[in-house]
């Protein structure tokens, strides 16, 4: 069991970028897969990327991609997201979530732990 606990959310001006910090304790030695996911005000939970926590290509959905860096530091038990050029539309509450396994599924129902989530919310 992990549990995870989200940071480094706020408010920003479109176009510029945030990182989030999501650390993660507990039994951290098993092998999970590490993902962020938000949710929007009246839209679904949905995955904007999830790495392996042993390593590997991260995954990322194709709407996301070029704009959004996940990454680890397994020796501080870290998962970072960074959000480049941030749109109004990225505006919603994001997640940190673990999954035991290796397998980065895209389905939030797949995750097992979640953090309490952190909003973020983009001003034009």
């Known amino acids: 069991q992990v549990q995870l606990a989200e940071s480094g959310g706020g408010s920003v001006q479109a176009g510029g970028s945030l990182r989030l910090s999501c650390v993660v304790s507990g039994n951290t030695a098993r092998s999970y897969c590490l993902g962020w996911f938000r949710q929007a005000q009246e839209k679904e939970r949905e995955v904007v990327a999830a790495?392996?926590?042993?390593?590997?290509?991260?995954y990322y959905p194709g709407h996301v991609k070029g704009r959004f860096t996940i990454s680890q530091d397994n020796a501080k038990n870290m998962v970072y997201l960074q959000i480049d050029s941030l749109l109004r539309e990225d505006t919603a509450m994001y997640y940190c979530a673990a999954r035991s396994g290796a397998y980065c599924s895209p389905d939030p129902q797949e995750y097992d732990y979640w953090g309490k989530g952190i909003q973020v919310t983009v001003s034009s």
């Open positions: 790495v392996w926590n042993g390593g590997g290509d991260p």
